[in-house]
């Protein structure tokens, strides 16, 4: 089966646009899940010709008002616990905040391949939240502007080395 990879971060990191990036022309929604995860989308992506199935979840935005790691654990636990690869994507520009470090301790814990993803890098070098991020424990960030199409190249060549 192709390889599932599952895009997790809190809300507006920018997690639909990559999604919606790495699908490309080639999107084709083949399932928007009922219940928990609501706005849960999948679509088959193909990477420089590998077949993979993205998976964009709105789990933060969608989950009851209960604990944060409960939250977090309810709403993105499937699709993490499916996936062969996380993205972790973080909003280089607002910086980590306590949801994404908390989304990190989990991610840890998880013990799945992680490559963390430092969105809204446009025209910057790497910059004080690459560092931070770095500091999250998951490997090296890797610096993208999902909107802007930079760094994606990047992106999807440690991803096909991931898988
Ligand atoms: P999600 O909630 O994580 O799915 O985030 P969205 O994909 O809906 O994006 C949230 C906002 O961030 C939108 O206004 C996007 O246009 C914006 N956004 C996404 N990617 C980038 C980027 O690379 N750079 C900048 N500056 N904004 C972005
Ligand atoms: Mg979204």
């Not at 709105?58 to 654990?73: C, F, I, K, Q, Y």
């Not at 993105?76 to 470090?101: K, M, Y």
């Not at 930079?150 to 991931?162: P, R």
Request: aromatic fraction near 4%; hydrophobic fraction near 40%.
């Amino acid at each position: 089966r192709a390889p599932r990879i599952a895009i997790c971060g809190r809300p507006n990191v920018g997690k639909s646009t990559l999604f919606n990036r790495l699908a490309g022309k080639r999107i084709a929604l083949v399932a928007d899940e009922p219940g928990v995860t609501r706005d849960r989308k999948e679509a088959w992506g193909e990477l420089y010709g590998r077949r993979v199935q993205l998976v964009d979840t709105a789990g933060l935005e969608e989950a009851p008002p209960d604990s944060l790691p409960g939250r977090m654990r309810a709403s993105t636990g499937t699709a993490v616990d499916q996936a062969d690869l996380v993205l972790f994507v973080i909003d280089s520009r607002a910086g980590l905040l306590p949801e994404d470090r908390h989304f990190a301790a989990w991610l840890r814990r998880a013990n799945k391949p992680v490559i963390v993803v430092a969105n809204k890098s446009e025209g910057r070098g790497g910059g004080s939240a690459a560092l931070e991020a770095y500091a999250l424990g998951l490997g090296e960030p890797v610096a993208i502007s999902a909107e802007h199409n930079e760094g994606v190249s990047d992106l999807i060549d440690q991803i096909l080395d991931a898988l």
